[in-house]
């Protein structure tokens, strides 16, 4: 006798009706999370050593969605539109790219300095569309995550595009990324595949 045919994980805008339930999702979560995976590869960039930049989407915040509802063995309405609420505001609504900023540090003093030395940070992350000038990070919009001391090795990044950086980075445009921080500067050229990718964020 075959084994169950996995339920195929909806596409498209996340809504409540869209998400599976505990025991669909459990099913299709293997294939899934590949799914999710190869996706995020050409959408994580490297800015140094230390900082890592995901840029989210309506696929990567579904799978956060499901993945916090599988195990917290969430399936009340309160609590669905809990997590709906927390990560609805991180995919991109048409006219900006929005992503994840991790500081990342092995070594947990070594982390502990680097998060005080780093103050600020999130305000000095920067993407350039050729031919334009850059476009700064607005950082944080749901809650303040910097104390006197230090910035949070966390930290969720909007960036707003002008019609015409949306046109050119859609047509083919280059797109640069860096940060401009006292303590730490960084920057690359995103690969094709990047650049690709995160255009089908922009309308």
Same mark, same amino acid.
């Given at each position: ?5 996995? /339920?195929? $994980? +909806? %596409? =498209? ?6 998400? &599976? ?7 299709? #979560? ?58 609805? /505001?991180? $995919? +991109? %609504? =048409? ?6 900023? &991790? ?7 070594? #982390? ?63 797109? =640069? ?27």
């Amino acid at each position: 006798m075959s084994a169950p045919h996995a /339920p195929d $994980v +909806p %596409d =498209g805008p996340i809504t409540r009706e869209s998400l &599976l339930t505990l025991e669909a999702y459990a099913k299709a #979560r293997a294939a899934f999370r590949a799914r999710v995976i190869g996706h995020k590869r050409s959408r994580t960039v490297q800015l140094g050593d230390h900082v890592t930049l995901a840029f989210e989407d309506a696929l990567t915040m579904r799978y956060q969605i499901q993945e916090m509802l599988h195990w917290e063995k969430t399936f009340d309405e309160a609590g669905i539109q809990g997590e709906l609420d927390a990560y609805l /505001p991180l $995919v +991109p %609504d =048409g006219t900006n790219l929005k992503a994840t900023m &991790l500081i990342e540090y092995d070594d947990v003093e070594e #982390r502990r300095a680097a998060l005080a030395r780093l103050r600020g940070i999130e305000d000095r992350v920067w993407i350039q569309v050729d031919g334009f000038d850059r476009v700064r990070a607005i950082a944080d919009e749901d809650l303040e995550r910097e104390t006197d001391a230090k910035t949070s090795a966390v930290h969720f990044l909007r960036f707003e595009l002008s019609p015409g950086m949306i046109a050119a980075l859609k047509g083919g445009a280059g797109l =640069g990324l860096g940060i401009d921080h006292d303590a730490y500067q960084a920057w690359l050229s995103a690969s094709a595949e990047t650049r690709a990718s995160l255009s089908k964020d922009l309308t």
